[in-house]
């Protein structure tokens, strides 16, 4: 069993961010899937969407779900969702934290977690501060 991830972010941002990490890295190493929600979207039917799809990675292990912003629609509407499945919700999904996570397929949800939340705080750097 593995931890599924779900990608829930404004347009195409999610799919774009796993396309891109498989350019990076080959193929996901955890079951994944990007649902795009825009501010306009039928809640309703944004909830079944991403319940099935939820339901759909969760192998046992929970879900990972990242979202692009806190607060926003695709946030709340994760947050609405009812407690059916175990999952995890992290908000400022980016590129760095898609391939932190992707590097450490066999961690734990909670685990996954940490790794999300390092890669993306250090994937924020101010490249004048670095040595080169």
Known sequence: MAVGVLLVT??????ELLR?????MGEPPLPC???SVAQDRD???AHAELGARLAGLEQGDGVLVLVDLFGATPCNVVRLLPDAHPCALVTGANLPMLLRVFNYPDLDLPGLVEKALGGGR????RISDLEF
């Open 10 to 15: 404004h347009g195409e941002l999610g799919a």
């Open 20 to 24: 891109i990490a498989s350019a990076i």
């Open 33 to 35: 899937a990007a649902v």
């Open 43 to 45: 809640p309703e039917q």
């Open 122 to 125: 250090d994937g924020v750097q």
